[in-house]
């Protein structure tokens, strides 16, 4: 169900500025508006405001319900598994979490997260964490404060993709589908399992791959991470943004589960905005969810202190308190004796009312001590992870069949491997594609074994944080 208003996405790609106008409806909305800015960030500030002017009735677009989305490989997104027991404490806890991820002031981090379900069985919570530098944030808000945009929410672009497709969808929710956000030179996969979404994860567009080899590769990868069982096979492909289209064509042959997003969209085009759809399905996406009253993820990367508040039922509720403290007032100074009675009968009865409530206060201040310790002990752990096994499964996926290792070394965050191969050069260029390691170097020269005829290797990485 949404509110009957007009919300705006607005999606940060690049240089662009990318612009959805919503108007909500009860079948769910029209788009009304869409703009791409090339390069906003050059453009005189002034003329600019005047033409954001069109996606507000007022020219004011501050009045309007606006959520920012910021590209995928600008978030750090991570899915947590904790104990049950912590969900008592697990602000403090996630706090933790995003402490072990900033070594410097410089690379701290806004963050939020979101209870994606609970397991029953392990007693396990599952948690959606989502973090942005905070130069980079401060930077896109500053920028759009100056062009008198204020927006409700920051958030991912392709979770809002996910709250668009999960809106009103019960029957996901003992499903696995896989939707891809394809933009002409990248395309992001996002896993939603029982209507959550459970692994993100963007990689670029080579001019030498197709579509459909592109997105199966990234699909079984994902897969294969997760591993999902035969019970959550995956039910559906559904794809979304600018080059969704191109991509369903080349794709639809091989998997005949495969939709296109805004054929089911909630959300229709006038006349003048029905082409851009394909290339709207984010800013909308965002829009969207901006108005729905419960999204499957809500994340909201702006710090609560900073949270721009759209009320408009305080200024109602502020009108009516005001007329009882003057009718309170009125009575005061009428009836002085009588008021005063009043007043201390009303506090007593206030204070025997909040009484249960300052002994149960009293009686959790206990608990939070004790639990304060568990946390401290679940902290070590944590910082102690050894991430060999999280590595060397990596190196099994990555590695070529006509490759093996003779030596494996992991200690501070560097990662030494040595072993044979058919062509060790090719092997830079494999490890450099995972998402655990960077730096991949050559150690030494490269030797030929004359036993196998295979090239003796030295390669050193460092592992990603």
């Not at 009103?168 to 996002?190: C, F, M």
Request: proline share 4%.
């Amino acid at each position: 169900m949404i509110y009957h208003k007009t919300s705006i996405g607005i999606e940060i790609d690049g240089g662009d500025l990318v612009l959805s106008s919503l108007q909500g409806n009860l079948s769910g909305g029209t788009l009304t508006h869409f703009l791409r800015i090339p390069d906003y960030r050059s453009r005189d500030a002034a003329g600019l405001r005047d033409e954001l002017q069109v996606f507000t009735r007022a020219g004011v677009l501050a009045s309007s319900n606006i959520v920012v989305g910021i590209p995928r490989r600008d978030l750090l997104l991570r899915h947590l598994e904790l104990p049950a027991e912590v969900a008592d404490n697990l602000k403090q806890v996630i706090q933790y979490q995003v402490q072990s991820f900033e070594p410097t002031e410089e690379d701290s981090y806004y963050y939020d997260y979101a209870l994606l379900g609970r397991t029953q069985k392990n007693r396990k919570i599952s948690i959606l964490l989502a973090m942005v530098r905070k130069s980079l944030l401060d930077d896109h808000l500053h920028r759009l404060f100056d062009l008198g945009i204020q927006p409700a929410a920051v958030a991912c672009s392709s979770i809002a993709l996910a709250n668009m497709f999960l809106q009103g969808r019960k029957h996901v929710q003992d499903a696995t589908h896989i939707l891809a956000n394809v933009s002409p030179s990248s395309v992001e996969i996002l896993v939603l399992e029982n209507g959550m979404p459970v692994h993100s994860h963007e990689t670029p567009k080579e001019d030498r791959i197709g579509w459909k080899d592109l997105i199966l590769r990234e699909a079984g990868d994902a897969v294969s991470r997760l591993r999902l069982g035969a019970e959550a096979a995956v039910e559906e492909f559904i794809l979304a943004g600018e080059a969704s289209r191109e991509a369903y064509a080349d794709l639809k042959e091989a998997i005949p589960e495969c939709s296109l997003l805004t054929d089911s969209f909630p959300v229709k085009g006038t006349e003048d905005t029905a082409p851009y759809l394909e290339r709207a399905a984010s800013t909308t996406a965002l829009a969207y969810t901006g108005m729905a009253r419960h999204p499957a993820v809500r994340i909201n990367l702006i710090p609560p202190a900073h949270r721009f508040k759209q009320t408009r039922w305080a200024y109602v509720s502020a009108a009516v308190l005001g007329l009882v403290i003057l009718a309170l007032l009125a009575g005061f100074l009428l009836h002085r004796q009588i008021q005063g009675r009043r007043l201390v009968g009303e506090l007593d009865r206030q204070i025997a009312a909040h009484k249960p409530q300052v002994e149960k206060v009293t009686k959790l201040r206990g608990q939070t001590e004790e639990l304060a310790g568990k946390i401290e002990s679940m902290e070590v752990l944590f910082r102690k992870q050894d991430r060999n096994l999280e590595i060397l499964q990596e190196l099994t996926h990555i590695l070529p069949e006509d490759t093996y290792l003779f030596s494996y070394s992991y200690r501070d965050g560097n990662v030494s491997i040595g072993g044979y191969s058919n062509s060790a050069s090719d092997l830079i260029l494999m490890l450099e594609s995972s998402p655990l390691l960077k730096d991949v170097r050559q150690r030494g020269s490269t030797t030929r074994d004359q036993r196998t005829g295979k090239e003796r290797f030295q390669l050193e990485a460092i592992l990603e944080e």
